[in-house]
């Protein structure tokens, strides 16, 4: 068909002109209709109810300026121990993953538990599902320490067997290791809530940078 185009044009049509353009009133006009739609969405949001405030155990302490980070959300000290815990929802690792009833993309969290020692250049790292009431850990591995601003750092070396591979006995060694240190359901209610906070942060942040990129480009 585009060959037709051409041989009918005779050379005399100049290739720039067969490019489609927007009009600018209709771009402008586009622009202002998804500036509107940005605005009222951003307000929405703004109205929605916060979850209680909820407080993390005791032993824990969150993390200053974790909501505007991906790092580590709570932390604490155990003997000469550091732990340092980071969460995210089963849908932030497998997209659609909390699809269906039972609302696994709510009820499951999924938590990075970091167990560090001073004058150790690796730190021991847990794996873990967490639910309203239980904890199950999925692997354990030793990994190079987490600086402040990371959240993950991918093992270098022989992460260790699969856990579920594990005799019983060891893997209920290590269930009561975690939980010795706090590790447990106990910390469910307050990071479902955070996580609500930050999610509810960053859909209000979104909808207002992108709506200043767009009048931007109006501007502009």
Not at 53 to 76: C, E, Q, T, W, Y
């Amino acid at each position: 068909m585009w060959k037709k185009v051409f041989a009918g044009a005779s050379g005399a049509l100049q290739p720039w002109r067969m490019v489609p353009h927007r009009n600018s009133s209709v771009s402008t006009a586009v622009d202002s209709i998804l500036l509107r739609s940005l605005k009222e969405h951003y307000h929405e949001v703004s109205k929605m109810t916060q979850p209680p405030k909820v407080s993390p155990p005791s032993s824990f302490a969150i993390v200053k300026g974790a909501l505007d980070k991906n790092g580590p959300v709570l932390r604490r000290t155990y003997g000469d121990e550091e732990i340092s815990i980071s969460v995210m929802r089963l849908a932030n690792i497998i997209p659609g993953g909390g699809d269906g009833d039972d609302d696994d993309g709510i009820n499951q969290l999924f938590l990075h538990v970091d167990i560090s020692k001073p004058g150790r250049e690796d730190s021991l790292h847990f794996l873990c599902g967490l639910y309203p009431d239980a904890l199950g850990i999925h692997s354990v591995s030793l990994r190079p320490k987490l600086q402040t601003s990371q959240f993950l750092v991918a093992p270098s070396k022989y992460s260790g067997p699969v856990f579920q591979d594990l005799e019983e006995r060891m893997r209920d060694a290590l269930h009561n290791y975690i939980e010795q240190r706090g590790v447990n359901e106990s910390l469910f209610p307050f990071l479902q809530a955070w996580l609500y906070v930050k999610d509810h942060r960053n859909l209000m942040r979104w909808f207002k940078t992108t709506g200043t990129f767009i009048n931007d480009c109006k501007s502009a």
